[in-house]
């Protein structure tokens, strides 16, 4: 019975060792990567404040610079937004991909949009402070989140004060 016990336990140990090694971020894991860091950069505060937004106004809309400054190509993977009331766009290259919503209401296909060393792609984001309705009065805050083979996701966020 000691022996059964004993050996559970080696096995663990061994399958532990194995899991931190491998994990993603280690430097001798299978899943690391060459391009960990930041890639990419933004080119302004990943924040915005459209300030007081009038439903009746209409849509307002903003754009995020991001730059590769790594010397590898990265690749833009997806974009989404955390609410309805939100869409986003990425102009790379001369394309434009999206408009992209969130995940749930709308499907978030892979971009796959590859971005060169020092070159510089676009995220507008466009908010309707109409979307919720008359109820979605007051403060909001929202993310657009942008995924790579660089690493961690870039999140964008915005504020605005939302009136009839």
Request: charged share 15%.
């Amino acid at each position: 019975m000691n022996k059964i016990i004993i050996g559970t336990g080696i096995a663990i140990l061994v399958l532990g060792g194995l899991v931190w090694i491998a994990r993603p971020g280690s430097p001798n894991g299978a899943t690391s990567s060459a391009k960990s860091g930041e890639a990419l950069a933004i080119e302004e505060a990943n924040n915005y404040d459209f300030g007081i937004v009038s439903m009746a106004a209409g849509k307002v809309k903003h754009q995020f610079k991001i730059k590769n400054t790594s010397n590898e190509v990265v690749t833009i993977n997806k974009i989404y937004t955390s609410c309805m009331c939100t869409t986003a766009s990425l102009t790379a290259g001369g394309k434009q991909f999206g408009p992209y919503g969130m995940p749930g209401h709308d499907a978030i296909p892979r971009i796959d949009q590859t971005v060169t060393p020092n070159e510089e792609v676009v995220v507008e984001v466009i908010f309707d402070p109409a979307a919720h309705g008359p109820a979605g009065v007051g403060r909001i805050q929202r993310a657009i989140t942008v995924e790579n083979d660089a690493g961690q996701p870039i999140e964008f966020q915005f504020v605005a004060m939302v009136t009839p």
